[in-house]
């Protein structure tokens, strides 16, 4: 295997998990969870160097204005 070989298969495993974090972030919300819990979910994408507008953009997609406005409040909590 190339170190090529290697690097694209480390990409894919953070972007799965990246995206998986995403995922977390919605489910979380849908069982409305607590801020602290959806803090811990928003840092952990903030240090994936997700844009918050991305975040609140896959939120609002997926569940809507309101959970979407959550969001857009918990990031600058963070």
Do not use: C, H
């Amino acid at each position: 295997m190339s170190n090529n070989e290697d690097a694209t298969s480390v990409t894919i495993a953070k972007t799965l998990w990246s995206e998986t974090l995403i995922d977390l972030l919605i489910v979380s919300l849908e069982k409305d969870q607590t801020d602290e819990q959806v803090i811990g979910l928003l840092n952990e994408l903030k240090q994936k160097k997700f844009a918050p507008d991305y975040i609140v953009r896959k939120v609002t997609k997926s569940l809507g204005e309101k959970d979407a406005n959550r969001v857009k409040l918990l990031l600058y909590k963070t």
